[in-house]
């Protein structure tokens, strides 16, 4: 009430001046107390209505500073995480080159391999086919019949052998053979010497005529059949033809070195001692 009431003085007061003397300060002045009370009006308004201009200008400033800083750090941010990206892509590229490299020398040792292998298989057909061969050729092949040695006689390489217990002279010994439809043996290989060797018992001085004379020739070796000796399995230092030793035969003793393709002697003929016979198998 106070506040209107002073108010209303002081209107009344303006008033009361500009009728009284209103002319001399409307001229000296102008308009200026009416523009004065204008202004003095807006500057009040104007500072009323700039307040919140004032705070929305602040909250807006520092809005920018916060999203200016996130820019920073969201560009540091990225820019790390573009150069591990990098160090990534490198890393897996590095990688992928040793898996490329490790693949590449994989497929050369399986090339080698394929290769190892075929030419294994080729030759196991190689094989395959010799067998092939070889079973047709045995199936068209008729099968010999079981040969047969008599009584005494043991069968070696398509013959029969007879070895004595008894003594006789070489050519008693070989007219034995012959009435047994053979004759002292004759002896081409080591095979059928060493064979011949071990049915011989061993003894201070055992000895076996075989198929062997000089009796035409000093010298000159025939076999019972005519044909000429040819080699031999002579001991070191035989034949010597000490006294007239003209008949060939086999020595086994008790002595394990000597050996059988070293183990035959030439003698007188009339000395009895046991033999040998030979005559082809049975069929």
């Known amino acids: 009430m106070s506040t209107e009431e002073g108010s ?17 300060a409307d001229e000296e002045f102008g308009a200026q107390p009416a523009r004065f009370v204008a202004s003095s009006t807006g500057v009040r308004g104007r500072l009323a209505h700039n307040g919140p201009y004032r705070v929305a200008t602040a909250c807006l400033t520092a809005f920018c500073l916060i ?21 990534v892509s490198q890393n897996s590229t590095s990688s992928s080159s040793t898996q490329m490299q490790k693949a590449c020398a994989n497929v050369t040792t399986l090339i080698a391999e394929q290769s190892r ?16 061969a070889k079973t047709e050729k045995l199936e068209t092949t008729p099968t010999p019949q079981p040969v047969q040695c008599t009584d005494d006689w043991l069968y070696f390489n398509g013959s029969c052998y007879f070895i004595s217990r008894f003594g006789r002279s ?40 075989f198929g062997i004379s000089d009796e035409k ?17 002579w ?29 035959w002697y030439d003698a007188p003929c009339d000395m009895s001692i046991p033999w ?4 082809k198998a049975a069929k």
């Not at 001991?235 to 183990?263: F, M, Q, W």
């Open 117 to 132: 292998l075929k030419e294994k298989n080729i030759e196991l057909q190689n094989e395959l086919d010799q067998l092939k």
């Open 170 to 209: 070489w050519m008693e010994s070989q007219k034995y053979c012959e009435r047994k439809g053979g004759h002292l043996a004759i002896i081409h290989t080591a095979e059928e010497q060493t064979f011949l060797w071990d049915l011989l018992p061993r003894g201070h001085w055992n000895s076996y005529w």
């Open 8 to 24: 209303l003085s002081t209107e009344g007061m303006y008033s009361k001046l500009v009728e009284d003397g209103g002319t001399s």
């Open 276 to 279: 040998i016979c030979e005559k």
């Open 235 to 263: 001991e070191d230092g035989e034949p010597n033809n000490h006294i007239d030793e003209d008949c060939g035969y086999i020595v086994k003793t008790e002595v394990l070195t000597r050996v059988a393709i070293k183990s």
């Open 67 to 87: 999203l200016l800083m996130v820019l920073v750090a969201m560009g540091v941010h990225y820019n790390s995480m573009g150069q591990n990206s990098q160090k």
């Open 217 to 233: 020739l000093e010298g000159d070796w025939y076999w019972v059949d005519g044909t000429k000796l040819v080699g031999g399995f």
